[in-house]
């Protein structure tokens, strides 16, 4: 069980600023860098870049800011109760990881933090408890990913990005060098690192997520075809039912039959 005593969020100071603690604190301190930053812990000091993360022990002696100008961060002081929850088992505390996507951390403390102020005693804890997990769980994958730095490059939170507004959006017709163009490369290079991190083509991809709602929306609705062809982002009927039919070996018309004839 976790439990949140104070945080912040991009909280700036300036470069007279440095929290030093020579004795440490008695919870656990979750930094999440977004600038410069010189720090020392355990007797050992260290320069920082942006975009690092690390969740400090209790009794550990620390200090840290930024003496060439502007320090910010994310920060968050909790407690976990080792009689439910193995420390051991759960945080690697004392140790740098690298962050894809400090924003992510941004938002789930943010939360962490509303929910720990304003929401009601009966949900709480449960609603505390996890928020922790998730962050704890993101710390867990920045951890496994610092074994592929060159993988995990400047335009990995951007492409995921992108893939998400690909799901959320199917009827979209944007191509690849549109969203090449959005984050400032060319198509090629899109397209071979799009493969890269996902496995799959841009084109196999996109085809695959319309294929996937297009099978939802024949399970779950009474949508005639002809409109999920278009709510689908396809401009001719028969395009739709041939790269359905490869995909599925059924129509969509044979695909919902089916489909109902299971349920019923």
Known sequence: MFKILRGGCNTRHPSSFVMNRPEGVDNYVLLIIK???????????????????????????????????EYMD???HFFIDEKTIPKDSLIKSNTFFKINDSHLFTVLIRQ??????????????????????IIMNHIEVCFDNEISDDFYGPYYSKMKNIRISMQS????????????K?????????QHMYKDYFGISFQKD?????????KDMLETTDIPIERLVEFCGYN???????????HTGQTP??????????LF
């Open 35 to 69: 600038s410069p930053c010189l720090f020392k812990i355990k007797g050992e000091e260290y320069d920082i870049a942006p975009d690092t993360g690390i969740i400090i022990s209790t009794k550990t002696a620390y200090s840290y800011g930024n003496p060439n100008g």
């Open 206 to 214: 996109f085809i695959r997520m319309r294929i996937d709602y297009a």
């Open 112 to 133: 962490l933090l509303y929910e720990s102020l304003y929401t009601n005693d009966k949900y709480k804890k449960e609603n505390t408890e996890y928020l922790m997990r």
């Open 236 to 246: 001719n009927e028969m395009h739709f039912y041939r790269q359905f039919k490869e």
């Open 182 to 190: 959005e984050i400032g490369i060319s198509t090629s290079h899109f």
């Open 169 to 180: 959006s199917i009827y979209n017709s944007r191509k690849a060098e549109d969203y090449a």
């Open 74 to 76: 994310d920060w968050l």
């Open 253 to 262: 018309a044979n695909y919902r039959k089916l489909f109902r004839n299971l």
